[in-house]
């Protein structure tokens, strides 16, 4: 299978094109998103266990020459937790894991909320809007930002250049260049003046670890690590709203239902991960020994990729997968990953994704698509809309 040769089935309907190959064999060669060869894992049982196995390497050291390796970016960027096995995986993780703590998440509740609620003021008491461009879209990246200490108006330049790395336009392939090359030069103005003048906010906390104790943290990493929080605490929570709500209004029944016993929204977030999360692929892994992954066997440095999609949608772990139901146990999905590198800024996604909704559903009475026929952003890693047209009244 050429990943290329079925991009746009992969973007339109991906869980049909991942679920007929789970069903014919649970490990599969193909060639990746740039034509090099890969293996790509698609049963719940086998990307489980694979995302927990130590074998399996995130630094691209352990590549073969040849395979597919992911995002081509320079060392400022690429010395981040997603290229990075224990011991430094572990030194950074912890460094930046207090931020995201359950507590300290909790303390973010209220300032998320009164985000959430100024967004939707905006949008008056009846009309229609396009909710990625004017609400979840907006929301994650003044969370994070305000969470970093980043400027207002360099938050709009972020979004953009988060949009060129995930979901390239064919029709400008400088764009992605370009971006990564603006976002180096940001973060190294950003890092200056942080060092000047810190604030209480997490990247001068970080700087100051940097600073104070050259060998807990590069310059590097120091840079890359602000570059992987932003970005992923954006890209992730966008699209997990964006999808949560169009789930929703494309399953009246199960709106009205949460809109009756709004107690359910937690445990409803996690079955809107299962059911239509934020990435199709985990981060491609590189094994450092021959082995074998669902019975075929993997010659050591080939890239193995792990459909999230697909293991969220197997039968043999969720019965009647492809139906949303809002009242089913969701938990164990792998929407946001498992084992050692689990998504660090989970707690932080499930609280902006859960927060979104309630406001939105408190705010609006009624709510409905504008239109039936959606675009979906182009990868073939991440699953999030370009736009959600809705109308809606108070």
Not at 173 to 194: D, N, R, S, Y
Not at 320 to 329: A, F, V
Request: net charge negative; charged share 25%; hydrophobic share 40%.
């Amino acid at each position: 299978m050429d990943l290329q040769d079925e991009l746009d089935e992969l973007i339109d309907t991906p869980y049909e094109v991942y679920g007929r190959l789970r069903d014919t064999s649970p490990v599969h060669r193909i060639a990746g998103p740039n034509g090099d060869p890969a293996w790509i894992v698609t049963r719940y049982a086998d990307v489980r266990a694979a995302l927990a196995d130590h074998r399996l390497s995130l630094d691209k050291k352990h590549a073969l020459e040849g395979s597919y390796r992911g995002f081509s970016l320079p060392p400022a960027l690429d010395a981040n937790l997603l290229n990075m096995d224990p011991p430094d995986h572990t030194r950074i993780r912890r460094l930046v894991g207090r931020a995201f703590t359950a507590h300290r998440v909790e303390q973010l509740h209220a300032p998320i909320r009164e985000t959430a609620d100024r967004l939707l003021d905006s949008f008056g008491s009846h009309g229609r809007t396009d909710l990625i461009a004017a609400y979840a879209g907006p929301l994650p990246i003044i969370v994070i930002c305000e969470l970093l200490g980043i400027p207002d108006d360099r938050r709009p330049d972020f979004r953009a250049w988060t949009d060129a790395l995930v979901a390239p336009d064919p029709g400008r392939p400088q764009a992605a260049k370009e971006a990564v090359v603006a976002m180096l030069g940001f973060f190294a103005e950003l890092l200056a003046h942080k060092r000047e003048q810190p604030g209480a906010d997490l990247l001068s906390d970080l700087i100051g670890v940097r600073d104070t104790d050259g060998d807990r943290l590069s310059e590097d990493e120091l840079t890359s690590l602000a570059f992987l929080i932003l970005f992923a605490g954006y890209e992730n929570t966008v699209q997990l709203i964006g999808n949560a709500v169009l789930a929703l209004l494309r399953h009246p029944e199960q709106l009205a239902a949460l809109r009756k016993d709004s107690s359910q929204l937690p445990s409803a977030v996690e079955e809107f991960a299962r059911y239509e999360g934020p990435a199709l692929l985990a981060i491609r892994r590189f094994p450092t020994e021959d082995m074998a992954i669902g019975g075929v066997p993997v010659p050591a440095g080939e890239t193995v990729l792990l459909s999230l999609s697909a293991a969220n949608r197997d039968p043999a772990r969720f019965p009647d997968p492809d139906r949303l139901d809002l009242g089913r146990d969701a938990g164990g999905h792998l929407a946001l990953g498992h084992g050692i590198h689990y998504c660090l800024g989970a707690p932080l996604a499930r609280a902006e994704t859960e927060i979104a909704l309630a406001a939105l559903l408190d705010r609006f009475k009624e709510i409905e698509l504008a239109q039936d026929d959606l675009r979906w952003r182009p990868s073939m890693r991440a699953r999030g809309l370009l736009t959600l047209p809705v109308t809606y009244s108070s």
